[in-house]
């Protein structure tokens, strides 16, 4: 399992969660240079550890567990990874 970060971060990008993440698996943080030109956050589903802490911090309740997310947004499993994808390429 993996955390998402979903359509509700559009617009928003609060790093709070990033803040709180041991291991910096959420992108891009308000230091990247694409920060301004992204939409949203990312979790890297390669470096999630699955701690949860994420979910507490955000304020618009975007991140939910891989296997726990609602039918709608369940692209956005593949638009977190696409990301990081892009990003190693």
């Known amino acids: ?33 694409d920060f301004e030109d992204e939409k949203m956050l990312y979790i890297d589903p390669e470096t999630c550890i699955d701690c949860g802490l994420c979910i507490d911090e955000c304020p618009v309740t975007a991140i939910f567990l891989d296997d726990e997310l609602p039918e709608e947004y ?16």
């Open 74 to 89: 369940t692209q956005y499993v593949q638009i977190n990874a696409d990301y990081f994808q892009k990003k190693r390429s």
């Open 1 to 33: 399992m993996t955390h998402v970060i979903t359509q509700r971060c559009v617009g928003t990008k609060d790093t709070a969660c990033v803040a709180v993440c041991p291991v910096d698996c959420i992108h891009p943080t308000s230091d990247d240079p």
